[in-house]
């Protein structure tokens, strides 16, 4: 079992930034793939940006240029750095991870709230 915890979250104004941080436990992190996802009220969950267990990153068009997510192998641990915020990037944010070459849904932490203020 692969449990994922997030935090960093909260209230920021916006143009400023934050960093969430992704702690995963329970398995080997590094034959992971991982993604942040965010879920505004009223609005499907969607993906924000993805980094493979290799290190190779993609993003949302909505969030190219403004977050960066990284991960450090050595602390369990997947950043997602979110820069320029905007209201609209107000959302619960949440970690997932799933398992190089495993057919599955994945792991999911319980997300972390972040609150853009105009």
């Known amino acids: 079992q692969v449990q994922l915890v997030e935090s960093g979250g909260g209230l920021v104004q916006a143009g400023g930034s934050l960093r969430l941080s992704c702690a995963a436990s329970g398995s080997i992190f590094s034959l992971f793939h991982m993604d942040w996802y965010r879920q505004a009220p009223g609005k499907q969950r969607e993906l924000v940006a993805h980094i493979t267990s290799g290190g190779n990153t993609n993003y949302a068009d909505s969030v190219k240029g403004r977050f960066t997510i990284s991960r450090d192998n050595a602390k369990n641990t997947v950043y997602l750095q979110m820069n320029s915020l905007k209201p609209e990037d107000t959302a619960v944010y949440y970690c997932?991870?799933?398992?190089?070459?495993?057919?599955?849904?994945?792991?999911w932490g319980q997300g972390t709230q972040v609150t853009v203020s105009s």
């Open positions: 997932h991870g799933q398992r190089v070459g495993v057919v599955s849904a994945g792991y």
